[in-house]
């Protein structure tokens, strides 16, 4: 268990300024909008209370926004509002991870090669197939936790700076304490969740990845971006079709979009005969991986 964490904060050493100090930076630019927003929109907000209405289908009858607001028991009523505004925080981070990630794994197993660390790496009592899963556990849990929990300490900052500005300047009630626990907990959970399907979608495009950090010898992006195109245009022009193209299309769009029901609250349909089959490719690229690290030291 110590070799595992030793591993894991040695990836966070590597990958500090991408997997720590980007949630960081993150929450502190979202937190200093909500400030600056507070204090700018300060007037249109007060126009509410002077009679701006806003109406809310609730059992198929029109009723008053403002007057659920006003009266305190739009969260008693709804308390999914809260629960939505905490999980769509998580959408933000997940945004900026998903851009992050795929350059963590076209490195992880290419600089370590580039640079003859591997030499060292390989010295120590530590199986390659460890080395390579916990790269991929890097990627897929251990940073997404982090932004979570930025996602999650920002989210629940914002919202409660939101009702104590209306407590304080426009007299909305705070909703109760169980209420706030309710949303803070559900709005967790549902990031986690929402974050896990995720990346059971996208498994493949992360072993792919990490299975072209594993065999360039030159840029990894180009393997990872260069060839699948290049299937793409071959198959198109040889074949008249887009299988692959289609399979790809697919995948990430299916994870995209169980990830936007889970955050909105409406999980239907959440898997597909899409899903195993990319799995069962993520064994393959990752099994390959293995036997590359194991197999080839030199760039």
Known sequence: MNKVLIQFQRELWESRASLVRTPVILAGVLMALLVVGIFT????VQDIGAGAWMELKMDGDAVEFSE???????FQIHPNILTTGLASFQAIFVLILLLIIPFYLLSC???DRRDQ????????????????LTKLGTAVFLAPA?????????????????LLYGAVALGIPMPGFGTLIFALVSGSVTAVLAWLL????????????????????????????GLPLGTIVLEKWVLGTSYLFRMIATQ???GTT????????????LVGLGLPIGLSLSVVFIAASIWLRNNRYEV
């Open 41 to 44: 929109t300060q007037r249109h």
């Open 68 to 74: 659920l607001l006003f009266s305190g028991d739009l």
């Open 109 to 111: 197993l290419y600089t």
């Open 117 to 132: 660390s591997i030499l060292f790496w390989k010295s120590l009592p530590v199986s390659e197939t460890r080395s390579v």
């Open 146 to 162: 982090i932004y979570t929990l930025a996602a999650i300490v920002t989210g629940t900052c914002y919202i409660l700076l939101l």
């Open 198 to 225: 995720l990346a059971l979608w996208y498994m493949p495009l992360f072993c792919w990845f990490m299975l072209a950090s594993a065999v360039a010898r030159k840029t990894p992006s180009i393997w990872a971006m």
């Open 252 to 254: 990430v769009s299916s």
């Open 258 to 269: 169980a990830f936007s029901r889970i955050i909105q609250g409406s999980g239907n349909d």
